[in-house]
């Protein structure tokens, strides 16, 4: 190896290296944690695969390939490099993660704009909830190829890279889809030996540690075992705290070889202390005056202004404790260069036992300076089984080379739920005005009440939390078979098409009865690519999705419900919303393929919304559309110069909303909620010496509502966020890296619930984290 060989890679062991995001394999980059003696075994295997690319083979979807504009997706499904991919697609690789101290899915998805993320309330379970283009994305969330529906807050310990697919999605991902799918690949064994550690402290009693440890077992044997431990608060968030620890061991046997077998398990468990939240200063107020009569009191509809510490929870009462345990055998075999199949098979078990405080804004409370601490709770368990087989590769027909993918799946998802009611002195809080509406004794004797600008966490709460025992359940059982191709009918020309059939069968059980339904819902997307130069190409492309009543199985919000509404109106009744995409594009390689040029404009229209009919019924008479366009930029502008963008614009609009009574039409016209019109992020990184590294991240929201109408509008304003890297590379296996996040300690808001109130981000934060490889 010359030196100035060593040198690069001596550069690229600084665990904030390479570019951060990429539509196309030149942004994925070195890894931070290859081997320098490995190097030259992965220079000839990318010409190799690059060869294999150029005469018209399959590359085995298990092999990561970064030939300059060949990336391939883990996935077999997706059938043509990123670059020839009819389709708008964001990687957020292992390096973005690093360099950015991204430790979570809702850090890691903020570097890519035009993702909101949802609050939840009620009965919806604290957790990730990222939306897409202004659609939940919460039930197309993909680990390794298969859909991980169980609400949980994500780690990224154990995590490769992150796919995020924008549009209709449902002839690759199934149900849902609408505004496309976040899949996350893990870490797997490799055959190298490789030992990774990362020790990190900061303000806010952040304390952070992981362990990535790869070991090579035999000629095509690999074990690789990942661990984590985290505790830290919440900078400026009162005594909000986070704990948690992760084990993800994985094992391998035929690397290299025609038939391989890989056995993974991934386990995490958190406890926490969590934020509660902002009440919005609510435009309609119902003040009382000493009587019956009540006083309309226009507020904001933006959160309160209260101080940034403000904090309205109980921590003698509150408390999140959610694990997940899941594992995974997945079968590979190849019967040629063209020719493979891969069958997986997953268990996972997610639960939750979640008791927290949301501070209710609804009774009119605020107006005399005091908030209802309402609970919130939910007693969970969610259990998926899937079995799933692709079989794809490449073919010729009639002359033209086809590379295809097909296969079945078969997944039963069942949840069970419930929830704690609160009493004092043995009376449910939730019962009559006694502490909803903040007027008695008893409500701040018993600290059920507090002040607006004044609470106090430690208060005791006196009251007793009881399992409500009144469970519920919902069942999804799926059967899918699927078909996609991608067809060159000459070098210039290609053409991309896939359909599939997914056979649904839901079932929801309550003491209000059981309700069930079945659908067939078939989905498909067409696409052609053009390339007028072999470092570019434009597109044009159709896809639709379907999302079925009870679609996230119990686990989130859905907008069509198989269960009856709090009117009684059974949704059973209801058909599938459907949802279709109409989007042209182009991606480009400039610069001798170091920076890749993207852009999109789009058209997603809803139809079977859910909606309230004029009699106060509900009906699929609903409709939304949804236009925007969006542009990328990744990549290496120099040597030393490493930048990714992006900037997002959406204007997504409620065409028919329903309505009853005075409400009718209310809503047409109106913004959809969870959507920002503009969005930007930026992060970009400049090494000053092989070994010293700097970066930085700028990162735009704009004004996002949780609900927009003319007489209740709530929202959360716009904002900037700023951030800032540093890591310095030395004795060849350490690097020590400083983290600084909202550097300026902008108060902001990064959810928006519906109704009551939005999540107000951390204040500044700090981290310092000494990186090791061996």
Same mark, same amino acid.
């Given at each position: 190896?010359?030196?100035?060989?060593?040198?690069?890679?001596?550069?690229?062991?600084?665990?904030?290296?390479?570019?951060?995001?990429?539509? $196309?394999?030149?942004?994925?980059?070195?890894?931070?944690?290859?081997?320098?003696?490995?190097?030259?075994?992965?220079?000839?295997?990318?010409?190799?695969?690059?060869?294999? #690319?150029?005469?018209?083979?399959?590359?085995?979807?298990?092999?990561?390939?970064?030939?300059?504009?060949?990336?391939?997706?883990?996935?077999?499904?997706?059938?043509?490099?990123?670059?020839?991919?009819?389709?708008?697609?964001?990687?957020?690789?292992?390096?973005?993660?690093?360099?950015?101290?991204?430790?979570?899915?809702?850090?890691?998805?903020?570097?890519?704009?035009?993702?909101?993320?949802?609050?939840?309330?009620?009965?919806?379970?604290?957790?990730?909830?990222?939306?897409?283009?202004?659609?939940?994305?919460?039930?197309?969330?993909?680990?390794?190829?298969?859909?991980? $529906?169980?609400?949980?807050?994500?780690?990224?310990?154990?995590?490769?890279?992150?796919?995020?697919?924008?549009?209709?999605?449902?002839?690759?991902?199934?149900?849902?889809?609408?505004?496309?799918?976040?899949? #996350?690949?893990?870490?797997?064994?490799?055959?190298?030996?490789?030992?990774?550690?990362?020790?990190?402290?900061?303000?806010?009693?952040?304390?952070?540690?992981?362990?990535?440890?790869?070991?090579?077992?035999?000629?095509?044997?690999?074990?690789?075992?990942?661990?984590?431990?985290?505790?830290?608060?919440? *900078?400026?968030?009162?005594?909000?705290?986070?704990?948690?620890?992760?084990?993800?061991?994985?094992?391998?046997?035929?690397?290299?070889?025609?038939?391989?077998?890989?056995?993974?398990?991934?386990?995490?468990?958190?406890?926490?202390?969590?934020?509660?939240?902002?009440?919005?200063?609510?435009?309609?107020?119902?003040?009382?005056?000493?009587?019956?009569?009540?006083?309309?009191?226009?507020?904001?509809?933006?959160?309160?202004?209260?101080?940034?510490?403000?904090?309205?929870?109980?921590?003698?009462?509150?408390?999140?404790?959610?694990?997940?345990?899941?594992?995974?055998?997945?079968?590979?075999?190849?019967?040629?260069?063209?020719?493979?199949?891969?069958?997986?098979?997953?268990?996972?078990?997610?639960?939750?036992?979640?008791?927290? =405080?949301?501070?209710?804004?609804?009774?009119?409370?605020?107006?005399?300076?005091?908030?209802?601490?309402?609970?919130?709770?939910?007693?969970?368990?969610?259990?998926?089984?899937?079995?799933?087989?692709?079989?794809?590769?490449?073919?010729?027909?009639?002359?033209?080379?086809?590379?295809?993918?097909?296969?079945?799946?078969? +997944?039963?998802?069942?949840?069970?739920?419930?929830?704690? =009611?609160?009493?004092?002195?043995?009376?449910?809080?939730?019962?009559?005005?006694?502490?909803?509406?903040?007027?008695?004794?008893?409500?701040?004797?018993?600290?059920?009440?507090?002040?607006?600008?004044?609470?106090?966490?430690?208060?005791?709460?006196?009251?007793?939390?009881?399992?409500?025992?009144?469970?519920?359940?919902?069942?999804?059982?799926?059967? *899918?078979?699927?078909?996609?191709?991608?067809?060159?009918?000459?070098?210039?020309?290609?053409?991309?098409?896939?359909?599939?059939?997914?056979?649904?069968?839901?079932?929801?059980?309550?003491?209000?009865?059981?309700?069930?339904?079945?659908?067939?819902?078939?989905?498909?997307?067409?696409?052609?690519?053009?390339?007028?130069?072999?470092?570019?190409?434009?597109?044009?492309?159709?896809?639709?999705?379907?999302?079925?009543?009870?679609?996230?199985?119990?686990?989130?919000?859905?907008?069509?419900?198989?269960?009856?509404?709090?009117?009684?109106?059974?949704?059973? $009744?209801?058909?599938?919303?459907?949802?279709?995409?109409?989007?042209?594009? +182009?991606?480009?390689?400039?610069?001798?393929?170091?920076? +890749?040029?993207?852009?999109?404009?789009?058209?997603?229209?809803?139809?079977?919304?859910?909606?309230?009919?004029?009699?106060?019924?509900?009906?699929?008479?609903?409709?939304?559309?949804?236009?925007?366009?969006?542009?990328?930029?990744?990549?290496?502008?120099?040597?030393?110069?490493?930048?990714? *963008?992006?900037?997002?614009?959406?204007?997504?609009?409620?065409?028919?909303?329903?309505?009853?009574?005075?409400?009718?039409?209310?809503?047409?016209?109106?913004?959809?909620?969870?959507?920002?019109?503009?969005?930007?992020?930026?992060?970009?990184?400049?090494?000053?010496?092989?070994?010293?590294?700097?970066?930085?991240?700028?990162?735009?929201?704009?004004?996002?509502?949780?609900?927009?109408?003319?007489?209740?509008?709530?929202?959360?304003?716009?904002?900037?966020?700023?951030?800032?890297?540093?890591?310095?590379?030395?004795?060849?296996?350490?690097?020590?890296?400083?983290?600084?996040?909202?550097?300026?300690?902008?108060?902001?808001?990064?959810?928006?619930?519906?109704?009551?109130?939005?999540?107000?981000?951390?204040?500044?934060? *700090?981290?310092?984290?000494?990186?090791?490889?061996?």
């Amino acid at each position: 190896m010359n030196m100035k060989t060593k040198g690069c890679v001596d550069s690229l062991l600084s665990a904030a290296s390479g570019p951060a995001i990429c539509s $196309v394999a030149v942004m994925i980059g070195a890894h931070a944690a290859a081997a320098a003696d490995t190097l030259e075994h992965d220079k000839k295997k990318k010409r190799h695969h690059s060869a294999d #690319i150029e005469q018209g083979k399959a590359i085995p979807a298990h092999e990561e390939i970064d030939v300059v504009g060949q990336w391939q997706h883990r996935s077999p499904k997706f059938t043509a490099p990123l670059l020839d991919t009819p389709k708008s697609v964001s990687i957020i690789s292992r390096e973005l993660l690093d360099q950015t101290a991204s430790h979570t899915l809702v850090d890691a998805l903020r570097n890519v704009p035009g993702i909101t993320l949802g609050a939840g309330e009620g009965g919806n379970p604290v957790g990730d909830r990222p939306f897409l283009r202004g659609f939940d994305a919460q039930s197309s969330t993909f680990v390794d190829g298969l859909r991980d $529906v169980g609400a949980q807050s994500r780690e990224t310990f154990n995590v490769e890279s992150v796919e995020v697919i924008k549009g209709d999605s449902g002839a690759i991902s199934g149900r849902a889809g609408a505004g496309g799918a976040i899949v #996350i690949d893990s870490k797997m064994p490799k055959l190298k030996q490789s030992i990774e550690a990362s020790l990190g402290f900061g303000n806010a009693d952040y304390k952070r540690g992981t362990f990535d440890g790869n070991w090579r077992i035999s000629d095509t044997g690999a074990f690789r075992l990942n661990l984590m431990g985290d505790d830290e608060g919440k *900078a400026g968030r009162g005594p909000s705290h986070y704990r948690r620890y992760g084990v993800a061991p994985s094992l391998s046997f035929g690397l290299g070889t025609p038939n391989r077998i890989t056995l993974m398990y991934y386990h995490m468990q958190n406890d926490d202390l969590p934020d509660v939240g902002i009440p919005y200063d609510n435009p309609t107020f119902n003040a009382r005056t000493g009587g019956a009569a009540r006083v309309s009191v226009a507020g904001s509809g933006a959160p309160v202004k209260v101080p940034f510490n403000t904090w309205y929870g109980l921590e003698s009462r509150d408390s999140n404790q959610d694990g997940i345990d899941m594992g995974t055998l997945r079968l590979e075999h190849d019967f040629s260069s063209n020719l493979h199949i891969r069958n997986t098979t997953r268990y996972s078990e997610t639960t939750q036992n979640d008791a927290w =405080t949301m501070p209710d804004d609804s009774q009119g409370n605020i107006y005399y300076g005091y908030v209802y601490r309402r609970l919130n709770s939910r007693i969970s368990t969610f259990d998926t089984a899937t079995n799933q087989t692709d079989f794809y590769g490449v073919f010729h027909l009639l002359g033209f080379r086809n590379q295809f993918s097909t296969g079945t799946e078969f +997944t039963r998802e069942q949840g069970k739920n419930d929830t704690y =009611t609160a009493y004092v002195n043995g009376v449910s809080v939730t019962s009559g005005t006694n502490f909803t509406h903040c007027a008695t004794a008893l409500a701040f004797s018993s600290h059920t009440c507090t002040s607006l600008t004044n609470p106090n966490g430690n208060d005791l709460w006196t009251g007793q939390l009881r399992r409500t025992g009144n469970p519920n359940s919902t069942r999804m059982d799926t059967k *899918a078979v699927y078909f996609t191709d991608t067809i060159t009918f000459m070098p210039q020309l290609l053409a991309n098409f896939g359909v599939r059939l997914d056979n649904v069968q839901s079932t929801y059980r309550a003491s209000t009865g059981e309700y069930g339904r079945g659908d067939n819902l078939f989905t498909y997307q067409g696409g052609l690519v053009y390339k007028p130069a072999r470092n570019g190409s434009i597109y044009a492309s159709y896809a639709t999705s379907a999302i079925p009543p009870g679609n996230s199985v119990g686990q989130g919000s859905d907008d069509i419900s198989l269960g009856a509404d709090r009117s009684g109106n059974v949704g059973n $009744v209801l058909k599938p919303e459907k949802d279709r995409t109409i989007e042209v594009g +182009t991606k480009w390689n400039v610069l001798h393929d170091r920076l +890749t040029l993207t852009g999109a404009l789009f058209q997603i229209d809803t139809t079977n919304f859910k909606i309230t009919t004029a009699t106060g019924g509900i009906s699929n008479g609903g409709s939304k559309r949804t236009r925007g366009g969006e542009v990328g930029v990744s990549g290496n502008i120099t040597r030393d110069w490493a930048i990714t *963008a992006g900037y997002s614009y959406l204007d997504a609009r409620l065409v028919q909303a329903g309505g009853s009574g005075s409400a009718a039409g209310v809503m047409n016209g109106r913004r959809a909620p969870n959507v920002p019109e503009h969005s930007l992020s930026i992060w970009t990184t400049y090494n000053i010496t092989p070994a010293f590294k700097v970066g930085g991240g700028a990162y735009y929201m704009g004004k996002v509502y949780g609900t927009d109408s003319p007489t209740v509008p709530k929202f959360v304003p716009s904002y900037w966020r700023f951030d800032f890297m540093a890591s310095y590379h030395f004795m060849k296996h350490y690097a020590l890296q400083l983290n600084i996040q909202n550097i300026a300690n902008k108060r902001y808001f990064n959810q928006a619930y519906t109704t009551h109130y939005a999540m107000q981000a951390a204040g500044r934060t *700090a981290y310092v984290t000494l990186n090791a490889h061996f």
